[in-house]
């Protein structure tokens, strides 16, 4: 059986951008690639220019998961599980957007916002500069305001998250992200779950 038809989501391969009411369908041959951001054990993550509107984006890609040449429903539904959550909460300030998701014949995409740095990144960049400094007291004193920012940020966007019903359940580093504007935003929720399917 094919995937869509397994999971029979009809906003499925449809992406839809902030400041446009159009819904785009999925098409490899829109996407420009400018960079590889990260890559872990099962998933790869790219920064792309989304052609028809000029648009960066991140993708997230995952191999559609199969076991003995069926496609495994279980493990395909709970990342669809993870769109889900994802299309529920985007819209919190401190949550990174999201703009739909797809399938093609071996990777589900799931396109996001995107974002210049993690968190982690970003201490490792504030580490270095300190280090290259005799005095500290400035820096000191810019990083306990970011500092603050992230904190009261990270919060409200795991309150937020609560109100919808939903525990993002792997907060660390990696997956708090920031922009040249100084947002910070919660991203990577595919450890989540909604509150009423328990823990």
Known sequence: MHCIEILNDPNINQLRFPNSDRLYPFNTND????????????????????????????????????????????????????AKILRKISHGTNIVDFYGYAIDEENVWFFMEYMDVSLD????????KIGSFKSEFQ???????????????????????????????DV??????????????????????FLEDGN
């Open 121 to 128: 990144g970003l201490y490792k960049y504030f580490h270095k």
């Open 31 to 82: 996407l420009d690639s400018e960079r590889t951001v990260c890559i872990n054990d099962n998933a790869v993550v790219k920064h792309f220019i989304f052609r028809p509107l000029e648009f960066p984006v991140v993708a997230k890609t995952l191999e559609i998961p199969i076991k003995r040449r069926r496609v495994n429903e279980e493990k395909l539904k709970k990342l669809v599980n993870e």
């Open 172 to 193: 660390k580093p990696g997956n708090v992200l920031a922009n040249n504007k100084g947002q910070i935003k919660l991203c990577d929720f595919g450890h989540s779950k």
């Open 139 to 169: 820096w000191t004193s810019i990083l306990e305001q970011a500092l603050v920012n992230i904190a009261v940020s990270v919060l409200d966007g795991l309150d937020f998250c609560q109100k919808q019903g939903v525990m993002h359940r």
